[in-house]
């Protein structure tokens, strides 16, 4: 299966120049074809009343919910538990030694040794409308699709932004990959869609987004919220999740996702540098953005994962599994390094700040 290794190295930057960092991403993409979406130049994010073709009924079961035993918790919280005995950690999150070599930069992969699990490609289109092209050659600033060796639900894929032309800014106030996937959460058009981030390492940003398909209601979806900031002339509102073991942020735009955008990607910039750690969610066909907020804790296994912030646990164990309570999850929770009420108002604050100076 296709591997990767993110690199912890905050100092790594300084030992490779711009020129190698741009030979190593032109080596690893050189010569290989693949399926390729393109989306057109008429983008349905700053129209929001755009409705594309869903291909996959809201109310069908997914496969993977017919083959993996599932339960809520009772409980207010409405916690949901799994049992999946041969998951592990997304194997693009496996670190290892960086080493110079010809296939490689700041993130390497083993994907050259198994290009059939790379599925299709997408970018940037020169035509109106949004179009799918058989096969070919990977554009500049794309982001490649690939199998996810451990899913966890159905459609669970890796979300890799690869840039050919220059070095990757990923989620930088600049960075224009948020701006793609919130696209495509529009154009696939699907409530049950989930796109995904976690940045669970301090100074160093994931490489990678992941995506599935999530049928039900997720717990953190069904919470109550307190709106603190709404700028309806420019549709949009940001609100704190009440009443949830996780310190959390709902942002919404009712009429201008890109916009949107550009505010988590600063949002989520500024985190990075201060060594907050965050994850993030997009949902409702990229209408909402979640964003979970965790403090750096001295050991990795306190962190929680993307899906235990919204309130959706997996247990390896059938006795782990029977044996899950709401007390035992809130627990877990607690035993996480989390925001106090302090940092958690900073960050609103900050939130407010960004959100009111761009011009919708």
């Known amino acids: 299966m296709v591997q990767a290794k993110q690199i912890e190295d905050e100092n790594l930057c300084s030992k490779y120049t711009e020129n190698e960092l741009l030979k190593t991403q032109k080596s690893c993409i050189n010569g290989i074809r693949l399926p390729l979406y393109q989306f057109g130049r008429n983008s349905p994010l700053d129209d929001i009343s755009f409705k594309a073709p869903s291909d996959v009924p809201l109310e069908e079961q997914t496969i993977l919910e017919s083959i993996l035993l599932a ?3 009772v409980g207010q919280k409405k916690f949901l538990a799994q049992l999946n005995g041969s998951w592990t950690n997304p194997s693009l999150s496996q670190y290892e030694e960086i080493r110079k070599c010809d296939h490689g930069s700041l993130f390497q992969t ?61 989620l930088d106030d600049r960075s224009l990959e948020l701006e793609m996937l919130l696209r495509l959460a529009v154009e696939i058009n699907n409530f049950a869609l989930c796109l995904f981030y976690e940045c669970s390492t301090p100074r160093t940003a994931c490489p990678y987004f992941q995506a599935l398909f999530f049928s ?27 009443d949830y073991p996780v310190k959390a942020l ?24 201060k060594c907050v750690l965050y994850n993030l969610l997009i949902r409702d066909c990229g209408k909402k953005i979640f964003l979970f907020l965790q403090s750096q804790g001295s050991d990795r296994s306190s962190i929680l994962s ?55």
């Open 71 to 73: 339960k809520a918790i």
């Open 110 to 170: 083993n994907w050259l040794k198994c290009p059939e699990e790379l599925l299709f490609c997408i970018s940037r289109g020169e035509n109106n409308e949004s179009k799918l092209i058989s096969a070919s050659l990977v554009p500049t600033s794309s982001i490649l699709v690939m199998i996810n060796a451990t899913p966890v639900e159905y459609g669970h894929v890796i979300l890799l932004p690869c840039a050919v032309n220059g070095p990757l800014q990923f």
């Open 250 to 273: 709902l942002f919404e735009s009712s009429c201008n996702l890109k916009k949107m955008g550009q505010v988590i990607a600063e949002i989520c910039s500024h985190l990075q540098e």
């Open 216 to 242: 039900s209601l997720l717990p953190v979806e069904a919470m109550a919220v307190d709106t603190f900031f709404s700028d309806s002339l420019g549709g949009i509102y940001v609100s704190t999740i009440t």
């Open 306 to 360: 993307p899906w235990e912030c919204w309130g959706y646990f997996l247990f390896k164990s059938r006795s782990e599994f029977d044996q899950a309570t709401e007390d035992a999850l809130l627990d877990r929770i607690a035993a996480a390094a989390s925001f106090d009420d302090a940092e958690f108002q900073g960050v609103k604050q900050f939130c407010c700040d960004v959100a009111g100076k761009v011009s919708f």
